[in-house]
C-alpha cells in the first residue's frame, strides 16, 4: 500500500508561482506513472498533469505552458511547478499514482492510490 503526501500549497498572488510535492511511502514509484488533479468547489476533480515511467508528461490545456510536472525517482518524489498563477487555479491540489506500468496516464480511472490533496489559493 503506498501512501502519498502532498506539501508545498498556499496563499500566493495572481501571477506568482508555487511547487508542489508529492512524496511516496510503502512503494517506489519510479515504475508507475504518476498524476497530479485538482478540484475547485463545485467543479469536478480534473487531472492537470501526468507523467508516465519513462518521462514523458502530458498536461491540461488550462495549465499548459506554466504547469511542470517531474519526477525525482531517487527521492521518491513527484513535483508539480506552477507559474503565472490565476485565480482560476485556486483548488485542492492531489498527487495521485497510476496502475499504468508503460504510457502515459490520461483519465482518473488510470489512477488507484490518491493523497489527501493541499490547497492552492491565488488572490488578485
Known amino acids: 500500500q503506498v501512501q502519498l503526501v502532498e506539501s508545498g500549497g498556499g496563499l500566493v498572488q495572481a501571477g506568482g508561482s508555487l511547487r508542489l510535492s508529492c512524496a511516496a511511502s510503502g512503494r517506489t514509484l519510479s515504475i508507475y506513472g504518476m498524476g497530479w488533479f485538482r478540484q475547485a468547489p463545485g467543479k469536478e476533480r480534473e487531472l492537470v498533469a501526468a507523467?508516465?515511467?519513462?518521462?514523458?508528461?502530458n498536461y491540461a490545456a488550462s495549465v499548459k505552458g506554466r504547469f511542470t510536472i517531474s519526477r525525482d525517482n531517487a527521492k521518491n518524489t513527484v513535483y508539480l511547478q506552477m507559474n503565472s498563477l490565476n485565480t482560476d487555479d485556486t483548488a485542492v491540489y492531489y498527487c495521485?499514482?497510476?496502475?499504468?506500468?508503460?504510457?502515459?496516464?490520461?483519465?482518473?480511472?488510470?489512477?488507484?492510490?490518491w493523497g489527501q490533496g493541499t490547497q492552492v489559493t491565488v488572490s488578485s
Open positions: 495521485a499514482k497510476s496502475t499504468l506500468i508503460v504510457g502515459l496516464p490520461t483519465t482518473p480511472k488510470d489512477f488507484d492510490s
Open positions: 507523467i508516465s515511467s519513462g518521462g514523458t508528461t
